[in-house]
């Protein structure tokens, strides 16, 4: 891969340049195909650098791709459809890198079936009063509950103050389905631990909590790629940890500068993710039941997406209130009432 202006600082506060970049996921290659092989991704492009200018989400393939570069086709919330950059192999990661992108976010499914995700993911967000520590003790929290399931799940450092929890699922139910295993796992975990754990989306209700954003297993919402950067001045990277190791480490621990001597001394703490690909009938019957015994139906979805069969109303609590007193009609996509309205990763 040609990498034009090596010398360009893309993290300037780390003195990391496009070259110490494109080495760096030349040099974690392995690793970093883990999670990427064969998957749609969205790139979080800075092309002046972080804090030079312009960033944009690039979903579309762009133009530029080498014709040796793969793409997939991936249907959207609105039914359209188009053509993603899919990482095939090491050079398509460094070609990102090329093109400025500082945050790989990838689908979760393959090229061969986009409809059908085959990792489940569980996103630990802090809110405003919470931090790591926090998102730690809710992950060791969830472990518990997949080892009951059976379920083997991996974890990762967020590049944030959050933890990402990545199960591999065998590929044979919607995004619809895999949303609706992943809240009631949450509401489980909320039932066990209430001072912890909320799944509520509106901010206004969440409190110190750490908040499960079961919106990140919606259709074309993306969790930040294991071992990619973030964009943050310290050149961050969101790592996978073993769980013994996870009260051990701080998100700061892991930088470009830092991985590469930790994955050669220690491996890669997924290396065996791709190991077995795990059922959702336990946490589908879980759903049942939360609906069945609780009368506990689906939750809202991101302000963008259209009306979803079964969904509530999306109006932020206090305004429904005031619309019951008859003093205001409220909003029923209101995006500041809720967050993670974008495709990647804020956590």
């Known amino acids: 891969m040609r990498i034009s202006s090596p010398d360009k600082l893309l993290f300037p506060e780390a003195g990391v340049s496009k070259l110490d970049l494109a080495t760096y996921y030349a040099d974690v290659a392995d690793a970093v195909l883990r999670g990427l092989r064969d ?3 969205a790139l979080n492009r800075f092309p002046d650098g972080l804090g030079g200018g312009k960033s944009f989400y690039t979903k579309a393939a762009p133009k530029g791709l080498p014709d040796w570069a793969s793409t ?31 945050e790989l976010h990838p689908w979760p499914v393959r090229a061969a079936d986009t409809d059908h995700p085959d990792e489940l993911r569980i996103d630990l967000d802090p809110q405003p009063g919470t931090d790591f ?23 990762k450092t967020s590049g944030g103050r959050g933890l990402h929890l990545l199960v591999r699922i065998e590929p044979r139910w919607t995004f619809v389905e895999a949303r609706r295993a992943v809240i009631a796992f949450a509401r489980e975990l909320e039932r066990r631990r209430p001072e912890q754990i909320t799944t509520s989306w509106w901010k206004e209700e969440r409190g110190e909590r750490i ?35 996870l009260g051990d480490v701080e998100p700061g621990d892991f930088t470009v500068k830092t991985v590469p001597a930790l994955v050669a001394k220690n491996g890669d703490a997924n290396a ?11 946490l589908l019957e879980m759903a049942d039941r939360d609906e069945k015994d609780h009368g506990l139906g689906d939750l809202p979805y991101p302000p963008d997406f259209p009306k979803m069969p079964g969904e509530p109303k999306r109006v932020q609590p206090s305004k429904a209130r005031h619309d019951d007193d008859g003093d205001s009609a409220g909003s029923a996509g209101s995006a500041e009432a809720a967050d993670s309205t974008h495709q990647g990763s804020k956590s």
Not at 76 to 87: A, H, I, L, N, Q
Not at 137 to 150: C, I, Y
Not at 274 to 281: C, F, I, M, N, R
């Open 39 to 41: 998957r749609p991704v």
């Open 72 to 102: 997939a086709r991936v249907t959207f919330p609105s039914g359209r459809t188009g053509d993603e950059v899919c990482v095939t192999e090491a050079a398509t990661v460094v070609w990102t890198v090329q093109m400025g992108a500082l």
């Open 133 to 155: 520590a926090e998102a730690v003790a809710v992950a060791r929290e969830a472990h518990a509950l997949f080892e009951e399931l059976g379920i083997r799940p991996f974890v």
């Open 211 to 245: 908040f499960i954003d079961f919106n990140q297993m919606a259709r074309d919402r993306m969790t930040v790629a294991a071992y990619s950067t973030r964009a943050r001045p310290e050149a961050i990277v969101s790592m996978p940890v073993l769980w013994s190791d």
């Open 272 to 282: 065996e993710i791709d190991d077995v690909a795990h059922s959702l009938d336990a």
